[in-house]
């Protein structure tokens, strides 16, 4: 039996109908691994291409069987719908944009041991990347989440190139232990992730892979890099909005202080990110509006996040200020970023 067929390939797209086409065309070439898609209301033909090039069913149906999530709350069931023409493939179309709340669709849906997370314009390298990402997830039980080095295919330059600077631990051969997930290319462990409560809906637009990691480690887990598995990752420019983005990016960097770290490790932190944000704007004025309110509610939201209280049983709400100082080498990569 093909180990690939313990993976589900998750994706969720939004208005990139041409980069999902490759997207998908890529995925469906790695065999035995099932796909899972999840678009977020798209209105640029994406629908009309999933019918037409991937034969998506117009009859509702439902996700394969698993066990449900004890962390993760289950919504009503959900249309997903077949492909006639790849049987491996299940798609649901949403209504309305949801953001990365999206993303728990995924988590609760998945039934398979490992989902292999993906943006519509990424896809792996190959499936020895794929097996790669299985064989360092299976190396420990503790691995939670194994990020790929994501590169683009035509410059080659890899987005995440330097991480293992900011590493706690690990090597190449083994994986770096990081607080890094990357959507566009990281295997789950599904059982890890029922732990959590997912991503934090909240944050609807970045961060949210910290967030997710920052519970995966109060649980025990570790989060690990390897850069010998490669998934390509176009950074398509369409809906990019860099300067919306940049405002939420600010905030959600203060609100992921505030809801996992002391106060005494908070607020310095945060001063010192404020203020590198701050000096960016003079390379580049139209960073001050969304750096200005992203800061803002960064500090507006203190109280919220502080109220916090412990999740789910057995699990700290907050790191203790030892393994918060463990943690320093994501402090010192959100002030390079």
């Known amino acids: 039996m093909s180990s690939l067929l313990s993976v589900t390939a998750g994706i969720l797209s939004y208005n990139r109908c041409e980069d999902l086409q490759r997207t998908l065309t890529a995925v469906l070439a790695v065999p035995d691994m099932r796909v899972l ?77 490992y989902l292999l997370t993906l943006d519509d314009d990424s896809w792996p390298r190959g499936t020895d990347d794929v097996l790669r990402l299985l064989q360092t997830m299976e190396s420990d039980r503790r691995i939670a989440s194994v990020c790929a080095a994501c590169v683009h295919p035509a410059t080659g330059v890899a987005e995440t190139a330097g991480i293992e600077r900011f590493a706690s631990g690990g090597d190449a051969a083994r994986g770096y232990d990081v607080v890094n997930i990357a959507a566009g290319g990281s295997l789950l462990r599904m059982s890890a992730v029922r732990c959590t409560e997912g991503y934090g809906e909240e944050f609807f637009w970045g961060r949210e892979e910290n967030d997710l990691a920052f519970q995966l480690l109060l649980c025990g887990y570790r989060i690990v890099y390897d850069p010998q598995a490669v998934v390509w990752h176009a950074l398509s420019p369409v809906g990019r909005r860099q300067y919306e983005r940049l405002r939420y990016v600010t905030r959600n960097s203060l609100w992921l202080l505030w809801k996992y770290f002391p106060l005494v490790v908070a607020l310095p932190v945060s001063l010192l990110f404020s203020l590198r944000r701050l000096l960016a704007v003079i390379k580049d004025w139209r960073r001050a509006v969304p750096v200005l309110r992203g800061i803002v509610a960064g500090y507006g939201g203190i109280a919220a996040r502080r109220r916090r209280d412990t999740p789910l049983p057995g699990r700290p709400a907050r790191f203790p200020l030892r393994e918060s100082l463990h943690l320093r080498g994501w402090f010192t990569k959100l002030l390079y970023e």
């Open 37 to 113: 898609l999840i678009d977020n209301a798209s209105t640029d033909g994406t629908r009309e291409m999933l019918t037409g090039e991937f034969g998506i069913d117009t009859h509702p149906t439902t996700l394969l069987t698993g066990c449900a999530p004890r962390a993760i709350d289950a919504p009503s069931p959900l249309p997903f719908r077949p492909s006639v023409l790849y049987p491996r493939m299940t798609c649901l179309l949403l209504e309305h944009n949801t953001g990365i709340a999206a993303r728990n669709i995924l988590f609760e849906r998945v039934g398979t041991p």
